[in-house]
Nanobody
Framework: VQLQASGGGLVQTGGSLTLACAAS????????MGWFRQALGKEREFVAA???????SYEGSVKGRFTISRDNAKNTAYLQMGSLKPEDTAIYYC????????????????WGQGTLVTVSS
């Protein structure tokens, strides 16, 4: 199984970025897809998830600014990020999980390598 995250980069405060996570080697439609992030010196935290049934969940600080989606035909999940703030600066990781829940790292079996998002003030 491979998860390839892409789309990170440098953006100014208030700007937008869209991350993509392309998956291979698994039956994609059977997995929940999640995005987590880890800022320098901090623990990795949940950002957003989309279930195999297209249910969506967001961490409080990104709700209303980020949108998670998935395209099962392309085996790809997306994270549209808008109104970006310096505190959104982190390495963003995508993950695939087959558990009943999707908020914790332990509920995901597979992880991508991460893509760096830097928001300048």
């Amino acid at each position: 199984v491979q998860l390839q995250a892409s789309g990170g980069g440098l953006v100014q405060t208030g700007g937008s970025l869209t991350l993509a996570c392309a998956a291979s080697g698994l039956i994609y439609k059977d997995y929940n897809m999640g995005w987590f992030r880890q800022a320098l010196g901090k623990e990795r935290e949940f950002v957003a998830a989309i279930s195999r049934n297209n249910g969506r969940s967001y961490e409080g600080s990104v709700k209303g600014r980020f949108t998670i989606s998935r395209d099962n035909a392309k085996n790809t999940a997306y994270l549209q990020m808008g109104s970006l703030k310096p505190e959104d600066t982190a390495i963003y990781y995508c993950a695939a999980g087959s558990q009943r829940r999707w908020f914790r790292e332990s509920e995901y079996e597979y992880w991508g390598q991460g893509t760096l998002v830097t928001v300048s003030s």
